[in-house]
């Protein structure tokens, strides 16, 4: 089938070439551009480097701290860090309270964390490690700017009039860009067209962006990985 991914890029041309070893037809049409942060980079010693988001990496990297050891939510984040040569890679099960379960099990209460993340951003893991008695350091590496209109190929997808297969489903790895999906849609009179999707969440919360704004959701991942979306695609032939 033919499936929107509205994720910001690298991440999107990724998701594609998986798609397309399992036989699907992607879409690639962000909703959100990965920008630098203005913000100059933390310094000083830390005894553990936090990792969220796996476009916080490079410019974690790039920020050339006193070396640390590195937590990050799930494989993803860990490959792209140890990819932007970030050593001490420690992986957790891909949620907040794993990531946080991690740092407790190598950095003892009292000790200093350094959170790299981007602008938009849940409270946890930083808010449970603050209070078991960590000190944790928020840097905003980048921000996800939104689109100001729909990505035309979104457009003209939803409106059959690209001359490719029909847009059936559509993948949503964040509340946010799945918020910003239903929001350019509705600005551009396609809400119908994009509420007939099947909609792929990577997780309950991801999902519940979307029933809120009342698009249902078709799908959501029993864990939020990459994996288990796309193992959603198979379960639902």
Request: proline letters at 8%; glycine letters at 8%; aromatic letters at 4%.
């Amino acid at each position: 089938m033919r499936i929107w991914v509205s994720r910001p890029e690298p991440g999107a041309s990724r998701t594609a070439r998986r798609l397309a070893a399992l036989g699907h037809a992607a879409l690639v049409a962000p909703v959100l551009r990965i920008a630098p942060s203005d913000g100059p980079p933390p310094t000083g010693r830390f005894d553990g480097l936090i990792l969220t988001s796996a476009n916080a990496a490079a410019p974690l990297a790039a920020a050339e701290l006193p070396e640390a050891p590195v937590f990050a939510v799930g494989t993803r984040t860990a490959e792209r860090a140890e990819r932007a040569g970030l050593r001490a890679v420690h992986c957790a099960d891909g949620d907040a309270v794993a990531l946080a379960r991690l740092v407790a099990a190598h950095v003892r209460p009292g000790g200093t964390l350094l959170h790299a993340a981007g602008e938009d951003r849940k409270a946890e893991p930083a808010a449970s490690l603050t209070a078991a008695g960590y000190r944790v350091t928020t840097w905003t590496a980048y921000a996800a700017l939104a689109e100001a209109t729909l990505p035309e190929p979104a457009a003209r997808a939803l409106t059959g009039r690209d001359g490719a297969p029909p847009l059936v489903a559509a993948l949503h790895f964040s509340r946010r860009s799945a918020e910003i999906a239903v929001h350019l849609s509705g600005k551009a009179g396609l809400s119908g067209a994009f509420r007939a999707l099947a909609h792929y969440c990577l997780s309950p919360d991801v999902a519940l962006g979307l029933v809120e704004l009342g698009v249902a959701a078709h799908f959501v991942a029993v864990r939020p990985s990459e994996e288990a979306l796309l193992a959603g695609l198979a379960a639902s032939d």
